[in-house]
């Protein structure tokens, strides 16, 4: 049973930085693509920012120049660096994982994705 264990929230004043972390625990595989969601109170589920295990990134055209997401040296660990923190940054951020898994001798193969528990984000003002 893989479990995505987040850390690193807390409360911020604006202009500052934080760093979150995850661990994809219980995986013996790499997953293929690790990132970051957050969803703000009334608002929908938004991606924040991906990274593959070949390390190419995407990040929301609302978080680039001031985050940064980056794959740990240990297996199935991802970060996000956040920097010039904004209000509107506040939300609970989600870790995210996806693996494709072969299935059968055939070579068929099944996509797994994983969700954190989130990890609250709070920036005043």
């Known amino acids: 049973q893989v479990q995505l264990v987040e850390s690193g929230g807390g409360l911020v004043q604006a202009g500052g930085s934080l760093r979150l972390s995850c661990a994809a625990v219980?995986?013996?595989?790499?997953?293929?693509?690790m990132g970051w969601y957050r969803q703000a109170p009334g608002s929908q589920r938004e991606e924040v920012a991906t990274?593959?295990?070949?390390?190419?990134?995407n990040l929301a055209d609302s978080v680039k120049g001031r985050f940064t997401i980056s794959r740990g040296n240990a297996k199935n660990m991802v970060y996000l660096q956040m920097n010039s923190l904004k209000p509107e940054d506040t939300a609970v951020y989600y870790c995210?994982?996806?693996?494709?898994?072969?299935?059968?001798?055939?070579?068929?193969?099944?996509?797994?994705?994983?969700w954190g528990k989130g990890t609250l984000v709070t920036v005043s003002s």
């Open positions: 995210n994982a996806g693996l494709t898994v072969v299935v059968n001798v055939e070579g068929a193969t099944r996509k797994m994705e994983y």
């Open positions: 219980g995986s013996t595989s790499s997953m293929n693509v």
């Open positions: 990274i593959t295990s070949g390390g190419t990134t």
